[in-house]
């Protein structure tokens, strides 16, 4: 059974950087390279909302409150998705989770579209 498996969070000043990795286990890396996977977060009180994906092709795309910020990235033999976070704004606050949805293309942001999800992990900004 594939799980994914999310490095610990942390807190940071406005303006600065964190990286944020999540290992896939229970799957060869031929077939986790075939897949989409995705970063979505949730912040107190909100909808949880797509940050970055991948697709199996390497594709990456970003929402529009991180485009230019974010950078989603993935290690395949590794079995390593990550979200390298360039200037952080308090915004960014929220509870942070990899996902992998089994499909080649990702196409779309909807969470709701993905199949298996990490335990999540907090990312705190603070000014």
């Known amino acids: 059974q594939v799980q994914l498996v999310e490095s610990v969070g942390g807190s940071v000043q406005a303006g600065g950087s964190l990286r944020l990795s999540c290992v896939a286990s229970g799957e060869s890396y031929s077939t986790y390279s075939r897949y989409c996977m995705g970063w979505f977060r949730q912040a107190p009180g909100k909808e949880r909302e797509g940050v970055a994906d991948i697709s199996g092709d390497g594709t990456t795309n970003y929402a529009d409150i991180v485009k230019g910020r974010f950078t989603i990235s993935k290690d395949n033999a590794k079995k390593n998705l990550y979200l390298q976070m360039n200037s952080l704004k308090t915004e960014d606050t929220a509870m942070y989770y990899c996902?992998?949805?089994?499909?080649?293309?990702?196409?779309?942001?909807?969470?709701?579209?993905?199949?298996?999800w990490s335990q999540g992990t907090q990312v705190t900004v603070s000014d």
């Open positions: 996902a992998r949805r089994y499909s080649l293309y990702c196409n779309g942001m909807g969470s709701t579209l993905y199949n298996i």
